[in-house]
């Protein structure tokens, strides 16, 4: 088994060098990019994989690993503050001395994100991207450290959470089986050609169903309170409207709830509101009416963290996939 001289050796470095970099020191004390690679492609050749962050799994008297979050930051800053909220509250149960450390990143620079994790300055990341490209790119990495991605899935790297195409599945089957014979959709524009795989799926359970819903009732717009307002809006405008409104995003959907009431049009009694949640739950409940949502379970985030100690652990030649089921909550918006 190689050890850390024999990394040293063959990047050409000291063995403190390595250290510093494996202990994630490396812009602390100044060690250059080019140093900090070559250290990596020793790893690399060697197949050196240290097990630090599994050992202080499991003694409490020594320091606790970093996860890294990384979080895009064009995607709903309003989520990022929660999923912080949960997962830290997860840690100070299952490690109260594990750190979790936010690394945001602007769309199409997943590496900038991804590099503490190439040096070792995190046991192990847990990302949120929703940009399929990224997710091709992250497929040719190699990375040092555990990755697990949030309500993705990869042929390669780990994943927890519910798949998008099954929120929109969900959601439109409810349609079906109230017998809905038409509805519109609000989905969210900065998704842009992939349209979200919940909406995609939505629509394609709707044409299999019987429920078609043609392009000019699908209006779309920022994923913002206003953004959701400005294309309810357009909707309202149509001659008759639908009976059903599916609204991909529980932030569009406060303000697409609103300019319907500011309109005259009663929900539920002329339109009945259904969106995806994914939020606290109390962000839907007490709302007028109450929003019907198909759900995050808010057991997410102890199954992220409960699946990365054991990546960190197990160290699975394969990928883990642990896939949880939409939660359906029906409040006063849409009647079932």
Not at 30 to 35: G, N, Q
Not at 69 to 94: A, H, K, M, N, T
Not at 222 to 240: K, L, N, S, W, Y
Not at 273 to 284: I, K, R, S, Y
Request: proline fraction near 8%; glycine fraction near 6%.
């Amino acid at each position: 088994m190689p050890t850390q001289s024999d990394v040293a050796k063959l990047a050409g470095v000291s063995p403190t060098t390595v250290s510093i970099i494996l202990n994630g020191q490396a812009v602390e004390r100044r060690i250059s990019r080019e140093t900090i690679q070559r250290v990596q492609r020793a790893m690399e050749q060697l197949h050196y994989v240290p097990n630090q962050a599994a050992r202080l799994l499991r003694k409490p008297n020594e320091p606790r690993p970093v996860l890294g979050l990384c979080w895009p930051l064009e995607y709903r800053p309003d989520l990022l503050g929660i999923r912080l909220s949960r997962l830290q509250s997860v840690l100070r149960e299952e490690n109260p001395g594990c750190r979790l450390s936010v690394r945001l990143y602007a769309g199409g620079h997943l590496e900038d994100a991804l590099e503490p994790a190439l040096c070792r300055q995190y046991a192990g990341v847990i990302l949120e991207t929703t940009n399929g490209r990224e997710l091709e790119q992250l497929e040719g990495k190699e990375l040092p450290v555990p990755v697990l991605l949030l309500n993705r899935e990869s042929d390669r790297w780990s994943s927890a959470g519910v798949r998008d195409d099954r929120l929109g599945a969900v959601a439109a089957d409810l349609l079906v089986r109230k017998g809905c014979r038409s509805c519109a959709v609000i989905c969210t524009e900065a998704r842009g050609a992939e349209t979200s795989e919940r909406v995609a799926a939505f629509l394609q359970v709707c044409n299999e169903n019987g429920i078609p819903v043609p392009a000019e009732r699908i209006f779309s717009g920022p994923d913002t309170i206003v953004g959701g307002a400005r294309a309810a809006e357009r909707f309202v405008q149509a001659e008759h409207l639908p009976p059903v409104l599916f609204c991909e995003s529980d932030r569009m959907v406060q303000g697409c709830l609103q300019a319907l009431l500011n309109r005259g049009v009663r929900v539920p009694d002329d339109v009945e509101l259904l969106c995806v949640g994914e939020q606290d739950p109390e962000a839907m409940e007490f709302l007028h009416p109450p929003v019907s949502c198909v759900s995050v379970p808010p057991e997410l985030d102890r199954t992220v963290v409960t699946t990365m100690f054991r990546l960190l652990r197990e160290r699975p030649e394969t990928p883990v996939r642990v896939t949880l089921e939409p939660l359906v909550q029906l409040r006063g918006s849409f009647l079932p």
